[in-house]
Nanobody, 120 residues
Framework: VQLVESGGGLVQPGGSLRLSCAAS????????MSWYRQAPGKGRELVAV????????NYVDSVKGRFTISRDNAKNTVYLQMKSLKPEDTAVYYC??????????????WGQGTQVTVSS
């Protein structure tokens, strides 16, 4: 299993970024996918979830209306479009499959993540 996140960077408050996660080594279209984030000194937080077909999504309250999760099963890739970014969105962002839609992460090993820093 390999999960490779990319697309992070330094952005000013109010800016946008699009994260990507390329997955391999498992049947991508068979799993719900998720984005998590971990801010300095804090635990890993679930940010967004998308069903295996892409027809259902959920978000943590703090990002609703600002972030959009999507997927392309033909490319084995899940995306996170982030708009109206705030300093509190600063974190390392990770993706993972889920054991089921509202379940825990499927894989114990995580990718390297992608750093998002929101600062003026």
């Amino acid at each position: 299993v390999q999960l490779v996140e990319s697309g992070g960077g330094l952005v000013q408050p109010g800016g946008s970024l699009r994260l990507s996660c390329a997955a391999s080594g498992f049947t991508f279209s068979g799993y719900a996918m998720s984005w998590y984030r971990q801010a300095p000194g804090k635990g890993r937080e679930l940010v967004a979830v998308i069903s295996n077909t892409g027809g259902r999504t959920n978000y943590v309250d703090s990002v609703k209306g600002r972030f959009t999760i999507s997927r392309d099963n033909a490319k084995n890739t899940v995306y996170l479009q982030m708009k109206s970014l705030k300093p509190e969105d600063t974190a390392v962002y990770y993706c993972n499959a889920l054991t089921y839609y509202s379940g825990p992460p499927r894989f114990d090993s995580w990718g390297q993540g992608t750093q998002v820093t929101v600062s003026s």
